[in-house]
């Protein structure tokens, strides 16, 4: 996470993981602002630089409101943003939200900062350094720093020369954009750099350079006639730094504050005069925060993120989270090997019982409360309380006989698997499938096959021939399929044209199983098969078929007629007809005895 102090110590910037600026007053001990850009989480910011910028006020304000604030002291610090999509943000502390936005019109990423002036801020976009003229709210320049990408970038006080960071570091000449030295010494890309002049009247400046892989510092002499090749001093420390402060002293000697990886900082004593130290310099003294862990011989860390001086003896730290950063001033007295502070570590924090503050509220209960539980969900009626507690639903529920046949079963049965197996044909699942196919329950087969829709007859026929093509239980378990199927929708399957080939598949299978077996049970199975069709076809009404010729015989109910009255069918009626308009007379005619017979079983001929 990128983090810098301001240049007067008084504020605290970090960028979160989640993309967010947050802001600290150091003095104070507060939490003051937070920012969260629109596009934080398309273009997240990637780094940050505290300016001065009354450059970013000259075009907006009256002069009436600018002395105004000049009379009440508002220092107008603004925070300037990188981001990865090639923009500059410029956040007001004071208006507490944007003053503007610069583009870049490239999509490099900006990974670095630095700036001297309120007019000019200088930043590495991938392998381009990048001039924002801040007055203008635009991209001055831009000219290209090699094939590597830069992590870091440091302008001098006198804003002549540059200094760019990858796995070299290149100081650059800034009118005429030519590269004056070229610092090698880390096995890692740079990722912090450090201004250092001991005296402001020295020829000699410095600059100390920090990796991301090796854990030192080293430090080069930026003087012309000085070969840059090997560092001037080494500083050793356990860790990768994170975090550096350094504060050079009246007479000369430097004092460095690095914050490492692992939360602790290690300080530095080194007089810098021009003169190469042989052996790397290891630190004065180490300084960790713990907590007590309320256990005995044991503490816990407490992480430091961040050291700056605000004297030679007077150290401001910020330990804590992300979340939760607290900032305290530490006097630097003694010099130990080690010094450890004991601090209360914020998270843990607990007020004592005495002085706990609470905003619940215990209710007032009686005798007479009646308790809902997971055994009793019921409402409390209206009625008194008796003590004993009802039933619940669930209970009842399970107490109830499902099946009056079967008593014992708790549990209700379905008698179809329609809609399972409808899933299954549509989403084609093996379990699915398998799951419903395997029931030996026939009623339940009929039942399902009886309610799936005839679109789905043709995939389940396609399933049932994969099963009785497999071994002994899949072969049985589709022949019972497919025995019901075709009974119970042969009409459809009759109708289909491609009858041969739909049912090819399935009678090679059965053939092939059938090839083993004797002629006596391929007939009893073709008998039984079609015993099963004719018991299924429904039964015709007898009253459908009307007799050719009925006979009442009313003389023999009441005696007082004697005629005899015929009724035949109306086919049968037309022929008669028919045959007394060609001749009734016809002596060749004769009439069957038999139709003329009486009931009585007299041969008499019945008179018309």
């Known amino acids: 996470m990128a983090c810098q102090f301001s240049k007067d110590g008084k504020y605290f910037a970090q960028i979160t993981s989640e993309g967010k600026l947050k802001v600290w007053n150091t003095l104070s001990n507060t939490f003051e602002q937070e920012f969260t850009p629109d596009f934080h989480l398309t273009s997240p910011c990637t780094c940050l630089h505290f300016i001065s910028s009354e450059a970013a006020s000259k075009q907006s304000g009256s002069p009436r409101k600018k002395k105004r604030k000049e009379s009440l002291g508002e220092s107008n610090t603004c925070v300037a943003l990188g981001t990865s999509n090639g923009r500059l943000l410029l956040y007001s502390l004071v208006k507490g939200d944007l003053e503007y936005i610069v583009d870049s019109a490239t999509s490099q990423s900006v990974n670095c900062l630095s700036s001297i002036t309120n007019e000019f801020v200088y930043s590495g976009a991938d392998t381009h350094v990048i001039v924002w003229n801040l007055s203008k709210r635009n991209v001055s320049s831009k000219w290209n720093a090699g094939n590597d990408k830069i992590y870091a970038i440091l302008l001098t006080p006198l804003g002549d020369k540059l200094l760019t960071a990858s796995k070299s570091i290149k100081l650059w000449d800034v009118k005429s954009k030519e590269v004056l030295k070229t610092f090698t010494g880390h096995s890692s890309p740079v990722t912090m750099l450090e201004y250092i002049n001991p005296r402001s009247d020295a020829a000699d400046a410095y600059v100390v350079s920090g990796s991301k892989g090796d854990r030192l510092l080293s430090c080069w002499n930026l003087n012309d006639s000085v070969d840059g090749k090997n560092a001037v001093a080494s500083f050793l420390m356990e860790d990768i730094v994170n975090n550096l402060s350094i504060f050079v002293d009246h007479d000369g000697s430097s004092r460095m504050a690095a914050t490492v990886r692992s939360g602790v900082v290690h300080i530095y004593h080194h007089t810098l005069n021009g003169k190469k130290s042989n052996k790397p310099i290891k630190p004065k003294t180490t300084i960790q925060i713990v907590s007590d862990s309320g256990t005995k011989d044991a503490v816990n860390p407490i992480y430091i993120t961040a050291a700056a001086y605000r004297s030679a003896e007077t150290l401001c730290i910020c330990y804590g989270s992300a979340v939760v950063q607290t900032f305290e001033d530490i006097t630097i007295s003694s010099y130990k090997k080690v010094q450890c502070l004991l601090r209360e570590d914020i998270h843990k924090k607990t007020v004592s019982k005495e002085n706990q503050v609470t905003k619940v509220r215990t209710p007032v209960v009686g005798n007479d409360v009646h308790y809902l ?31 009056e046949e079967d008593s014992s079963s708790k549990v209700p049965k379905a008698n179809n698997a329609a809609q399972l197996l409808i899933q299954g044909l549509h989403s084609k699942d093996k379990n699915i499938l398998r799951t419903v196919l395997f029931k030996k329950d026939e009623q339940l087969i009929k039942n399902t096959i009886k309610r799936i829709p005839l679109s789905l007859i043709t995939p389940l ?51 092939a199983g059938l090839a083993l077996q004797s002629p006596r049970n391929k007939l009893m199975g073709r008998l039984e098969l079609l015993i099963a069709q004719i018991n299924h076809t429904p039964q015709q009404d007898s009253h459908d078929n009307e007799a050719l010729l009925v006979f009442n015989d009313k003389a023999s109910s009441d005696s007082e007629n004697e005629g005899m009255e015929f009724e035949a069918h109306s086919s049968s009626e037309n022929e008669w007809e028919e045959e007394d308009s060609e001749g009734g007379d016809n002596e060749n005619e004769k009439v069957d005895e038999s139709d003329y017979e009486n009931d009585d079983g007299s041969d008499e001929p019945m008179s018309s």
């Open 461 to 511: 026929f396609e399933e049932l021939t994969k099963l009785i093509q497999g071994k002994t239980l899949s072969r049985q378990v589709g022949l019972t399929w497919l025995k019901n199927l075709i009974l119970i929708h042969s009409g459809l399957l009759l109708s289909n044209p491609d009858l041969s080939s739909f049912f090819g598949e399935a009678l090679g299978s059965i053939e």
């Open 373 to 403: 539980t997971t055994q009793t969900s019921s409402a409390p009626s209206k009625r008194k309380n008796d003590g004993q507690q009802e039933v619940p639903m669930e209970k009842r529920l399970e107490n109830l006989m499902v099946n």
